[in-house]
């Protein structure tokens, strides 16, 4: 299964992420609740914006997406390598299939803890720092 974070930027260039289309959807829609004459997006408007390259985006900078595992590559790769370490895993080997299944895992964790932050403005370097120590992986 290919999982997605979204990112919105607004007209004011902030930024918000999620790992939800239609938190996208009700996001932007938020953004324009005071705006009579703005049309809703609905999840059929934001799939255009996202898979079909419709260019036509309207009340926000961008919509853009990231498959999880490009977005989260540093912290996967090194997490990966925690994991077949023989100290973490007492000298047992994990199949592809358990490495896969524990990746997810590790992916759904830091999910909550990053994108939250990054949400609330949060620098790149802090996050990094807070996702090192929780995650108890070493620089």
Do not use: W
Not at 104 to 122: H, R, T, Y
């Amino acid at each position: 299964m290919i999982r997605t974070i979204f990112k919105i930027t607004y007209p004011n260039d902030d930024s918000y992420y999620t790992a939800s289309r239609l938190d996208v959807v009700d996001k932007i829609n938020e953004y324009h609740k005071d705006d009579d004459t703005f049309k809703k997006y609905n999840i059929n408007t934001i799939n255009g914006v996202l898979y079909n390259d419709n260019k036509n985006v309207r009340g926000v900078k961008s919509v853009e997406r990231f498959n999880v595992r490009d977005f989260y590559k540093e912290y996967i790769d090194i997490y990966t390598e925690k994991i077949s370490g023989s100290s973490y895993n007492h000298g047992k080997k994990y199949s592809k299939a358990s490495i896969s299944r524990l990746q997810n895992q590790f992916i759904d964790f830091i999910n909550m803890e990053i994108l939250p932050q990054k949400n609330s403005g949060a620098t790149d370097d802090t996050i990094k720092e807070h996702i090192y120590k929780v995650a108890r992986l070493t620089c």
